[in-house]
Nanobody, 126 residues
Framework: QVQVEESGGGLVQAGDSVMLSCVVS?????????MGWFRQVPGKEREERECVATINYSGDTTYYTDSVKGRFTISRDNAKNTVYLQMNNLKPENTAVYYC???????????????WGRGTQVTVSS
């Protein structure tokens, strides 16, 4: 049984930094999967989650949505089955529930992701 568990969210002030972590268990070949961080705001469905960042299986190819480029960094440690999202200079509009998702191929829409966690809330106050 695959489990995806996000952690690291919380209430922070604008300009602060937060690092999210995501541990995937139950997949023997974590290093064969692409990973993505998505965020969801109230009133949106899973299919409407915004892709924040993705990383390929080896960690040498990444994608960022324009609004976070230069502020967020995605990385992974395949030895620990873990992916991270370092978020710097946070803004109130970054407030959302952040989800970690697992994909065979990668992409920027949730339809290509096969496993995901319950999410971690990040709230940025102004």
């Amino acid at each position: 049984q695959v489990q995806v568990e996000e952690s690291g969210g919380g209430l922070v002030q604008a300009g602060d930094s937060v690092m999210l972590s995501c541990v995937v268990s139950g997949r023997r070949t974590f290093d064969k999967y692409a990973m993505g961080w998505f965020r969801q705001v109230p009133g949106k469905e899973r299919e409407e989650r915004e892709c924040v960042a993705t990383i390929n299986y080896s960690g040498d190819t990444t994608y960022y949505t324009d609004s976070v480029k230069g502020r967020f960094t995605i990385s992974r440690d395949n030895a620990k089955n873990t992916v991270y999202l370092q978020m710097n200079n946070l803004k109130p509009e970054n407030t959302a529930v952040y989800y970690c998702e697992v994909s065979h191929f990668g992409g920027i829409t949730t339809e290509v992701y096969v496993d995901w966690g319950r999410g971690t809330q990040v709230t940025v106050s102004s």
